[in-house]
C-alpha cells in the first residue's frame, strides 16, 4: 500500500510517500479500509513537529486521521459493515470493554486514542 508516513520527527519535511505492505487486522472488530481521499490536517503536522509527552510507536508512522474509502476486509466480529461498503473514517477510538465505550463515550476510555497520532 502506498502511504504518507512520517519517519522522524522534525516537522513536515520528515513526511515521505513510502510502499508498505497492509497492516493486518489485529482485534474481531477491527476492519480493513482502502482508503480512497485523505487529508493532512493540522492533527498530522503537529505529530511531525513532535507533541511533548506523545511519540509514534515506531517509524515510518502513517500520519492520516481524515479518510475515506472502502471497505477491504473485516473481523470476525464486524456485523456493521461488508466488503465492498463505502465508508468515512472515525479516527478515535477505545478499549471496546469498559464502561465508557459500552454507553458509547468512548473518548473517556483510559486507551482512547487516534489514527494517525497514537495508531
Not at 517509524?59 to 476486509?73: I, K, N, R, S, T
Given at each position: 500500500?502506498?502511504?504518507?508516513?512520517?519517519?522522524a520527527i522534525?516537522?513536515?519535511?520528515k513526511?515521505?510517500?513510502?510502499?508498505?505492505?497492509?497492516?493486518?487486522?489485529?482485534?474481531?472488530g477491527?476492519?480493513?479500509?482502502?482508503?480512497?481521499?485523505?487529508?493532512?490536517?493540522?492533527?498530522d503536522l503537529?505529530?511531525?513537529a513532535?507533541?511533548p509527552?506523545?511519540?509514534?510507536?515506531a517509524?515510518?508512522?502513517?500520519?492520516?486521521?481524515?479518510?475515506?474509502?472502502?471497505?477491504?476486509?473485516?473481523?470476525?466480529?464486524?456485523?456493521?459493515?461488508?466488503?465492498?461498503?463505502?465508508?468515512?473514517?472515525n479516527?478515535?477510538?477505545?478499549?471496546?470493554?469498559?464502561?465508557?465505550?459500552?454507553t458509547?463515550?468512548?473518548?473517556?476510555?483510559?486507551?482512547?486514542?487516534?489514527?494517525?497520532?497514537h495508531?
Amino acid at each position: 500500500m502506498r502511504a504518507l508516513c512520517l519517519t522522524a520527527i522534525g516537522g513536515p519535511e520528515k513526511l515521505a510517500l513510502l510502499e508498505l505492505p497492509p497492516p493486518p487486522i489485529r482485534h474481531p472488530g477491527e476492519a480493513r479500509i482502502g482508503i480512497r481521499a485523505v487529508a493532512l490536517n493540522r492533527l498530522d503536522l503537529l505529530v511531525a513537529a513532535g507533541i511533548p509527552g506523545v511519540s509514534p510507536p515506531a517509524f515510518p508512522h502513517v500520519v492520516g486521521c481524515d479518510g475515506a474509502g472502502v471497505v477491504l476486509e473485516v473481523g470476525a466480529a464486524v456485523t456493521h459493515l461488508a466488503v465492498g461498503d463505502r465508508v468515512v473514517l472515525n479516527p478515535g477510538w477505545g478499549c471496546g470493554e469498559c464502561d465508557a465505550c459500552s454507553t458509547g463515550d468512548d473518548v473517556f476510555c483510559r486507551s482512547f486514542g487516534v489514527q494517525g497520532e497514537h495508531r
